[in-house]
């Protein structure tokens, strides 16, 4: 398995573009996660889904932020309009959840700029 | 919010020096679960121990879990240069619908 793909690796935007994150998780998987890394908060969890249905969207910080995951195949996180205080690098996390296989899965992570 | 604080932010250490991190964290857990992150990359899972366990290895490295004083440690031996990383604890909470909660991470340099 090529493990969970994200796509664009790195977007430079200007304020009040609208972004787009893609997200691929690894097949099979049930759960996935949508996580923002800057130095200031660390590693904020945005959203998650479970078999494609959201669970928890309190993270997302507002509502210039979305997520859908249309299937089990491909998640999105929409900014619009983005803002330079956006800047950071989000990750796309999954994993099947089992006991005995409850570790997540990351994606190399999309660093975005908005200048 | 962060459910896991790392201590310390940084530690710098010389190649062969035993590394340790410590956690704490907040509320019951299922599991705790510490992850690697090299710089510009995504995180990599390294260990995962349960709430009714206490102590556990993995080649060089032993994660213990202390349940009393919410507390976890990692502690990494014999370390390279290329365990230079950020390394995070991350907390399987009781009652939080399967979601990871990070803590901040701590930075380990280590030096040849």
């Known amino acids: 398995d090529a493990g969970v793909i994200q796509s664009p690796r790195h977007e430079v935007t200007e304020m009040g573009q609208e972004v787009t994150l893609r997200c691929k998780p690894i097949s099979g998987h049930d759960y996935l996660f949508w996580y923002r890394q800057t130095m200031m908060r660390g590693l904020e969890l945005l959203i998650y889904f479970n078999n494609n249905v959201p669970i928890d969207d309190s993270g997302m910080p507002e509502d210039r932020f979305s997520a859908k995951m249309p299937n089990a195949s491909f998640s999105t996180l929409k900014i619009q309009p983005s803002e330079p205080r956006d800047s950071a690098v989000y990750f796309c996390a999954s994993r099947y959840y089992r006991v005995g296989r409850e570790k997540l899965f990351f994606g190399s992570g999309t660093q975005l700029s908005v200048l | 919010s962060q459910q896991g604080e790392e201590d310390p932010q940084a530690l710098s250490i010389q190649e062969g020096e035993n590394a340790t991190m410590n956690c704490s964290y907040k509320?019951?857990?299922?599991?705790l679960q510490w992850y690697r992150q090299n710089s510009g990359r995504g995180l990599v899972h390294l260990i995962l121990i349960r709430s009714n366990e206490r102590e556990k290895h993995s080649g060089r490295l032993r994660v213990t879990l202390d349940t009393s004083k919410k507390s976890s440690s990692l502690l990494i031996t014999a370390s390279r240069a290329a365990d230079t990383a950020s390394y995070f604890c991350?907390?399987?909470?009781?009652?939080?619908?399967?979601?990871?909660?990070f803590g901040g991470g701590t930075r380990l340099m280590v030096k040849p």
């Open positions: 991350a907390t399987d909470e009781n009652n939080a619908g399967n979601m990871l909660t």
């Open positions: 509320t019951s857990i299922n599991n």
